[in-house]
């Protein structure tokens, strides 16, 4: 077997992430949310949890900050606190960041909560109480937002516990709350019964809560699907997740396109060129055989980068802008194409795993997950490389 390889020791795999596609796709998001008409306009807590789904947590969110986000809204107090030490640090903006997930007890996260520009979501009375008793013991306020479950049957205060409780924390002299928000199941799909249902009865709850317990600054339940196909003026914050990365929650779904586009191109180079004889098994388990004399181009890139081994023998890579089969099993650092007979690809040539030319999409169809999860599992060792 000829083979031809690139001498230096370098893994050429990274992730571009282009800044000035984000800025586009938040400005889509903004306009479209905006159409609900809400008297005030709607402000946009831009979901960056989970590395900002593979973009790179600190960065992506410093750039949406700047883009006008006036909220981030985080998975836990261990990304909060990373990332509110980073906006302090490089971030002239001041977004304010909503941890999205449940305050416990550990007294660490109630310090940073009163010191910090970090709301916490609530959906505890007995948590309310603990955190209203710190924070007067440091003599500050802890600014909540609470949590409302309606329909994910997840996290957040039940439907009928819930005006008692926020009737309870409402008397708490050191909780300054100032949000109510819930989560839709299955907001992807318009004109759906359940997710109307969940946002009358949400609304239903906040309208009487408003007239006799509090007014709420902030009024939100709208993910993605939601800002598609459940606008209601009476909303003014809207959490945008995965359009933000430019992508919809569920393709063959969508009603209307807003014009967003993939923020995240998974690029590499192509290290290794063989010439293998036809009847030759190609990587691990012998899944593939060649039919005839072919070359094949090997690509430092695997399952340990996040691509997954389900896409094995069945996904497509572009060398040069053009489309190639994946050949055999993905390994833990590699993928191979059958390039056939081309000597139009060699070695250092360009190649696109996902992109806006062939949208992580492809990928989640083939391995039946969703695109979520093709862009969050892009691992650390790949590289974030920004652009603008």
Known sequence: MNHHFHGKNVNYTYAEINLKTLRLNLAAVRKEAGRAGTPQGVKICSVIKSNAYGHGM??????????????????????????????????????????LGILTEEKKF????????????????????????????????AIVQIQIETGMNRI???????????????????LKVKGIYSHYATSEIANNAF???????????????????????????????GILNYKDPYFNMVRPGISLYGYYPDRKKVV????????????????????????QSISYGRLH????????????????????RLLTNK???LINGR?????????????????????????NDEVILFGEDYPAYRLSEITGSIVYEVICNVSSRVQRVYTY
């Open 58 to 99: 600190n960065e992506t969110a410093k750039a949406l900050a700047d883009f006008g986000s006036e909220y981030l809204g985080t998975a836990d107090y261990r990304e909060s606190l990373i990332l509110s030490d980073f906006l302090n640090k490089h971030s002239k903006k001041k977004a304010k960041i909503l941890c």
């Open 110 to 141: 109630f310090d940073e909560v009163v010191t910090r520009n970090i709301e916490a979501s609530i959906a505890d009375v007995g948590i309310a109480r603990m955190l209203n008793d710190y924070a007067g013991s440091v003599n500050r306020k």
């Open 156 to 174: 957040g205060f039940p439907l009928s516990e819930a005006y008692e409780a926020v009737e309870a924390i409402s008397k708490m002299k050191n």
């Open 195 to 225: 997710a109307k249902k969940q946002l009358k009865e949400f609304k239903a709850l906040v309208k009487s809560l408003e007239s006799n317990v509090m007014k709420f600054e902030l009024r939100h339940i709208s993910n993605t699907g």
């Open 256 to 279: 209307k396109d807003i014009g967003i586009k993939p923020v995240m191109t998974l690029r590499s180079r192509v290290n290794f060129v063989n010439n293998v004889p036809k009847r």
């Open 289 to 308: 055989f060649t039919e005839k004399p072919v070359r094949i181009a090997s690509i430092p890139i695997g399952y340990g980068d996040g691509y997954s």
């Open 315 to 317: 996904s497509k890579v």
């Open 323 to 347: 489309p190639y089969n994946t050949v055999g099993a993905v390994c833990m650092d590699w993928v191979m194409a059958d390039v056939g007979n081309s000597h139009d690809v060699n070695v």
